[in-house]
């Protein structure tokens, strides 16, 4: 998506009734989302996110957080654009990444063949 597609989609979430914003999963399911996404996204801790949109509005805390997501999925958009625009360079990285994911189930397949009394996979 685009960073005006991200920042409509996180403008436009659903909040709850109310203009209070404070995290509470069961009365605030809405809002306490949108907390728990800045949260993880900032590394802040979401009583620290709380404090600082007391006394605002969810529109305030809505836009902020289009810009932190918008901010912090740019590097990816952009790496998952080139790998896009090179289908030989993904293929490597798909390759070797099925060949490191080989090498790490590997054994425990082993151990659950072993253990069921079935006879090794072939390689």
Avoid: C, W
């Avoid at 009583?47 to 590097?75: F, I, T």
Wanted: proline share 5%; aromatic share 4%; no cysteine.
């Amino acid at each position: 998506d685009t960073d005006k597609q991200i920042a409509k989609k996180i403008k436009s979430a659903v909040t709850d009734d109310g203009a209070e914003i404070r995290f509470d999963r069961e009365a605030k399911p809405g809002v306490s989302n949108l907390l728990s996404i800045y949260s993880a996204v900032t590394g802040r801790a979401v009583d620290d996110v709380v404090a600082q949109y007391q006394g605002k509005l969810y529109g305030h805390l809505k836009v902020d957080l289009a810009e932190v997501v918008v901010a912090a999925l740019g590097p990816v958009r952009d790496r998952a654009q080139q790998l896009l625009a090179d289908p030989a360079e993904l293929d490597a990285l798909l390759a070797r990444g099925a060949q490191k994911a080989r090498e790490v189930a590997s054994p425990v397949l082993a151990e659950a063949y072993a253990n069921v009394g079935f006879l090794p996979a072939a390689p």
